[in-house]
């Protein structure tokens, strides 16, 4: 059983940066990493993922040029940097890992979850 916990979420203004990190309790490297996010009333939204070597990323087509997913495996920990922020970012974001290799968007192939942190776009 891995646990995570999700840091670096708040309010910043639109155009503005986060960080957002995810660290884990035990070793991530033989899983992938992936970031969805869920705003009130609506299905929860993939963001981004990366593969265990951190080679290979795929983003959803809202957040692409804008978000950088990366990891340190040292650290366990997962990352998302969040540049331009829109105020449609604006949600609960939630870190995952996957024991899959393949990249999936899915939330349903994700094995472990975090608590999620706030992001708040003000306009």
């Known amino acids: 059983q891995v646990q995570l916990v999700e840091s670096g979420g708040g309010l910043v203004q639109a155009g503005g940066s986060l960080q957002l990190s995810c660290a884990a309790s035990?070793?991530?490297?033989?899983?992938?990493g992936g970031w969805f996010r869920q705003a009130p009333g609506k299905e929860r939204e993939f963001v981004a993922t990366?593969?265990?070597?951190?080679?290979?990323?795929t983003y959803g087509d809202s957040v692409k040029g804008r978000f950088t997913i990366s990891r340190d495996n040292a650290k366990n920990t997962v990352y998302l940097r969040m540049n331009s922020l829109k105020p449609e970012d604006t949600a609960v974001y939630y870190c995952?890992?996957?024991?899959?290799?393949?990249?999936?968007?899915?939330?349903?192939?994700?094995?472990?979850w975090g608590q999620g942190t706030q992001v708040t776009v003000s306009s």
């Open positions: 995952a890992l996957r024991a899959t290799r393949y990249i999936t968007r899915r939330p349903d192939e994700y094995d472990y």
């Open positions: 035990s070793t991530i490297s033989s899983y992938g």
């Open positions: 990366i593969t265990r070597s951190g080679m290979s990323t």
